[in-house]
């Protein structure tokens, strides 16, 4: 499972046991989970000022779907159920559209590249004025 702090904003995650995020999904920032909540292999939850996701909130119970998108603000209801490649936005979120190979492979690239960078600012960024 990837959960990582970004702008000393971490994830709120309900405590062990209480929800499940996949190996290869990525939960980044200013995200809330609620109990029970799952987000499944190759999905990406961001919550930061750059990009989408910021704020979003997956309350009790919900399933976010293989390789699905969440956009910024967005609110998932309790036992609210999202299919694979879904790119869910808005409150109560909703499915705008499905994502096809081409863009799940994007979003896969530049979840990769967003980490990278994270890390490589964390380390090397010097205040400089």
């Known amino acids: 499972m990837a959960v990582f702090e970004l702008d000393g904003a971490a994830p709120d995650l309900p405590r062990d046991g209480r929800y499940w995020i996949a190996e290869s999904a990525m939960v980044i920032g200013r995200v809330r989970l609620k109990a029970d909540a799952s987000v499944w292999f190759g999905s990406v939850l961001r919550g930061d000022n750059e990009w989408i ?3 979003a909130v997956v309350l009790n119970g ?3 779907g293989r390789n699905c998108l969440v956009g910024a603000g967005a ?3 309790e036992g609210k159920a999202f299919a694979d490649n879904s790119l869910i936005v808005g409150s109560p979120a909703r499915v705008v559209r499905t994502l096809d190979a081409k863009a799940v492979q994007a979003i896969a690239a530049a979840a990769d590249i967003y980490v990278r960078r994270w890390q490589r600012y964390a380390r090397e960024l010097k205040r400089i004025g």
Do not use: S
């Open 62 to 64: 919900a399933k976010i």
């Open 75 to 77: 609110l998932v209801t």
């Open 53 to 55: 996701g910021m704020g």
